[in-house]
């Protein structure tokens, strides 16, 4: 198992776990894996700039700045997840706007593994 | 030859826009017109460009607005079969690019970096009111999707986003949007005629006539009768009776007979007594009592039971009655208007209505017409109710109805007569999320109607030697596709799928009697592609279905 952590992870990424199929992905984009690993492609090139904008607007307790990547990460993420992570983000959404800076921090605590072990198996889309 | 990402590469001689160019085909006696046409296929090849270019012959142009550039390949994808898509990462680059060049449709991202999507919304309408708007969004609840909807959002999407469910709901709006840019045939603001104090909207001779009869005989203490079909107006016609008697400063009342059962009637009419029946706890006071000096008018009278309709009689002739349950004989001096749809002659002989209470009521008839009869009117009543509708269900930003409604609406029968015309029209003014209101917001019946009476237009039995010759017109594919090899065609494909798709459209559409509905289904394509190829192939409707140039078998 490859440990790979952050201040405050919970979890460790951990390569042995079930990948995804993405089979509902797939049938979104009407079947063309071709679509489907460009987008892949897209969203791991922006999504680490995002998730790290997210980390430093929730550090420096930035709530409307911190639902606004959450929202823009929800929505890369959600062409390929509808589940997991991606219902996270949108806890952390709605915690944003309440500006309920303890349950982001709480939220983000807990999904963050999630969200990169995600990114992680989107970019082996990029291969297919 | 395809690019690295799956589309036909450009050739360097190729002009990026639709044309038209003409060819000869074998089944046919004279030259048609196709289009140069990108949407057939993404792996047609051998393109001929031309220098002809027509501006009513482009693809439609999309503007997608999200800082997400995935979002951007996958509406490129989806929709490149329909249109021509440009891409922003954010509401500046949107607006510069709606400053630049025109566009048929808009997706709009609705949280942009720079601003929020529903004040970019705004701005957009201020540029072009007509233009559709989805919005796109991964909070499909969310507040913000809602006032879109709210403010006149043509619709919204819920990310993720599918390819298909995008690319019919652009297609929409893109068929939305050429129905739009239409003219306004009627204003939406027009004034409505009760501003002037009309109560009747009419200048049909039928209803000039109605409308002499109210004068002949408002004044006179005589009992009236109504008659015309449900929706027609009658109690309008009741209200301006009594508006112009010489009661119109006493009571008016209305009873519905046909809405309360029999024994509730008579008590509504004529009041009871305390402990008159179980529930009666007191004494109450009836209609021809409180409407003393006034006018009753009694609607649907023809489903008034025969003892109550002995009792009505009794009031017209003699101005007494008796409260249910009650000994005492009272006076009433009430003027009555009754009103019916039904046929109360034949119900006389039926045994079901009093003969001599229909010769009493029978002295004055006003008869209301039926809508279809009054086709004249249709037009006075849809404006009315359509500024009236705007009003009362505030739209601000409906401009009026295209010319094609307005037709559908005129010829259409109207079987529940003016009060269905409102409603439909209410329910368009409603129902609609462009400023002009369009043939497809129509309600479905009104829809057939019109397709079906196109049809009637000509002859829909088509015999069958012309559904053979359509048969050997198909037959020519390998004639037409040898002849093409024989004369070094760089086209072949592209005219053998036009052959091809000519043929079936007119064999299907043959087979639906025309009914483009169907056809649609049948062919697996939406109503919009089969109008625009039968637009393109100059599929002719009226007289059966043919094509504008006979065929040759």
Known sequence: ?128 | MFSANGFPARRSDQKPSMSLKKIHMPALEETVSIHDNRKVSKYSIGVQPSEDRSESTRMPNVLVIDDDRSIHLLAQKALAPIAEVTVSLSADEGLKALAEKSFDVVLLDIVLPDRNGLAMYCEIREMDRRLPVIFMTVEANSQTAIEAMQLGAFDYLAKPLSVDPLRDLVEKAIEQREMSSVPVAMSADEEASTATGELFIGRSKTMLNVFKAIGRVSQQDVPVLIRGESGTGKELVARALFQHSHRSDRQFLAVNCAALPDNLLESELFGHEKGAFTGAESRRIGKFEQCNGGTLFLDEIGDMAPSVQAKVLRVLQEQRFERVGGNNELRTDVRIVAATNRPLEQMVADGEFREDLLYRLNGVTIELPPLRDRQGDVVLLMRHFLSKAKRELKKPYLEGVSPEVVEMLTAYHWPGNVRQLRAVIRRCVLDSVMPVIVPDILPREIRKFAESRTIKQGNINEPAEEVDNVRQAGAGLPELVERLITERSTNVYADAVEYMERYVLLRILKETGGNQSQAAEMLGITRGKLRDRIATYKIVLESGVSFRDPIEP
């Not at chain 1, 929202?71 to 706007?97: N, Q, R, Y």
């Open chain 1, 1 to 128: 198992m490859i440990q790979r952590s952050y201040p405050g992870a919970e979890k460790s990424l951990d390569i042995n776990a079930p990948k995804r199929q993405f089979s509902d992905a797939l049938g979104r984009v009407a079947g063309d894996s071709e679509l489907l690993a460009a987008m892949a492609m897209f969203v791991v090139e922006d999504s680490q700039e995002v998730i790290d904008e997210l980390q430093t607007h929730l550090q420096c307790h930035e709530m409307t700045q911190a639902a606004a990547s959450a929202h823009k990460l929800k929505g890369m993420l959600s062409t390929f997840e509808t589940a997991g992570p991606v219902i996270d983000l949108h806890e952390l959404i709605v915690a944003a706007k309440e500006n309920n800076t303890e349950e982001c921090a709480r939220i983000w605590k807990r999904c963050r593994i999630e969200i990169e072990s995600l990114v992680v198996e989107i970019s082996s889309l990029r291969q297919t």
